[in-house]
């Protein structure tokens, strides 16, 4: 009798186990298509005037760095009138570049004028 009251605890357990599993049943989510939009590409006149502008902070920064070396010692005044003019030259470069292209810069020509920035930053330090 033992044995079959046992079995039959048992199989009360497994029905009540089995229930409540039932009554878990969750239903799958839903798969919502979302459509993404295409992440929208810059203006590009807004980026060649962002590079003018990077050109230029270059240049009013290597401007200003002539200035701190001049009032410092670190060479004379005529030779820092020799870099402001050589900044002049390349600024004016920019501009030329600049306007054939609305005022900004394509990517070749910021490259050409920061390498022509290196040189010259090269030449101050």
Partial sequence: ML???????????GVALAGSLA??????PRQVNVVQEAPARPDPHMEAVH??????GRINSLWHHVDQRVSQGFY????????????DVVRQESRDMASQHGGGLSGDEQRTLNGELDGLQRAIQ
């Fill in 3 to 13: 044995t079959l009251k046992a079995g039959f605890t048992r199989a009360l357990i």
């Fill in 23 to 28: 009554a878990c049943v969750v239903e799958p």
């Fill in 51 to 56: 590079r003018m502008d990077q050109v230029n």
């Fill in 76 to 87: 004379p005044p005529p030779q820092g009138d020799a870099f402001h003019h050589r900044l």
